[in-house]
């Protein structure tokens, strides 16, 4: 699959868990927002383990801006998956529909920084 193809796959993925989790219809497990925001969780992840324009960054330029911009958003989507597994009660994260959002669009800001990887890196 060439680039375009899988960013396309990641952001149709992400829309299904999105709506699903939004619209309170039952899509396989996912039944609410909480539910969509661990399964988003747990799909962003291994994406971002599996993709090798990540790994790409990470190895290359661990120092590099848009890594550091990756760190960023992969932290504030773990820290979100994390509060609405643990339930805790953080401000704007504790709430599961703003959660949902704050991990796609991590997700969304995530995939198109590892896209940039051709043009850093030769």
Wanted: contains cysteine; aromatic residues 8%; glycine residues 12%.
């Amino acid at each position: 699959m060439n680039g375009i193809a899988v960013l396309i796959g990641e952001w149709l993925i992400t829309g299904v868990i999105v709506y699903a989790g939004l619209s309170g219809k039952q899509i396989l497990f996912i039944n609410g927002p909480r539910s969509a925001v661990l399964t988003l969780g747990a799909i962003g992840f291994a994406m971002c383990m599996i993709m090798p324009t990540i790994g790409k960054f990470i190895s290359n330029a661990p120092a590099h801006p848009l890594t550091i911009m990756g760190y960023a958003f992969g932290i504030i989507a773990l820290l979100t998956t994390a509060a609405q597994l643990f339930r805790w009660k953080i401000p704007g994260l504790s709430d599961p529909r703003a959660a949902l959002l704050i991990v796609a669009g991590c997700i969304v800001i995530k995939s198109i920084i590892g896209r940039l990887a051709p043009l850093v890196f030769k």
